[in-house]
């Protein structure tokens, strides 16, 4: 992979956000901890290669209070550095806006996220039991099971503070 930036997306990025949400996640909106987000309506931040600008990875977030949420996280190759690139760049922006804590929500069954928030210093906050459940009665594209076979079901909060 040729050299990485991360740039904030614009607004001439918004059809393409909401395409990259949709192919990723079923829809072009996330439901996470009881709230409903549209894609194109976040904050994103891009990960590029190449001189034409290629996309290889997408974070979308919220800022509510002192906190930065990370709402969805895309890295489209697996182990370029695509993942922490974003999320270090999510960590800037939370830090220019003065924010003291940076927070995500994961699944149960994403073992991978799981993995890769923790060795980045994200720790586990908070467990919601069913609230994947309670989500797709909102977004009923949401799986019945998830990676590695295991049942869709719970969401689990990791957060880090910023400084």
Same mark, same amino acid.
Request: charge should be negative; aromatic fraction near 4%; charged fraction near 20%.
């Given at each position: 992979? =040729? %050299? &990485? ?5 614009? @607004? ?29 309506? *976040? @904050?994103?931040?891009? $990960?590029? /290669?190449?001189?034409?600008? +290629?996309?290889?990875?997408?974070? /979308?977030?919220? !800022? +509510? ?7 969805? *996280?895309?890295? #489209? =190759? ?11 760049? %999510? %960590?800037? !922006? $939370?830090?220019?806006?003065? &924010?003291?804590?940076?927070? !995500? ?6 073992? +991978?996220?799981?993995? #890769? ?9 908070? &467990?919601? @039991? ?27 909060? *990791?957060?880090? @503070? !910023?400084?």
């Amino acid at each position: 992979m =040729t %050299a &990485l930036r991360v740039r904030a997306a614009g @607004p001439d990025d918004r059809a393409t956000v909401a395409r990259l949400i949709t192919e990723s996640w079923h829809a072009p909106i996330l439901v996470v901890h009881g709230v409903t987000y549209h894609a194109a309506d *976040l @904050p994103a931040l891009l $990960a590029e /290669t190449g001189p034409d600008g +290629d996309i290889a990875g997408l974070l /979308t977030y919220h !800022v +509510d209070g002192g906190a930065l949420e990370i709402v969805s *996280l895309n890295a #489209f =190759t697996s182990g370029a550095g695509v993942g922490s690139a974003l999320l270090d760049a %999510a %960590a800037g !922006v $939370a830090r220019e806006r003065g &924010l003291t804590r940076l927070w !995500v929500v994961t699944t149960n069954d994403n073992l +991978d996220a799981l993995r #890769f928030y923790q060795r980045r210093g994200l720790r586990l906050a908070a &467990l919601a @039991p069913g609230a994947v459940d309670a989500a797709r009665l909102v977004k009923p594209s949401i799986p019945l099971v998830g990676d590695h076979g295991i049942p869709l079901r719970d969401e689990l909060t *990791l957060e880090m @503070p !910023v400084a």
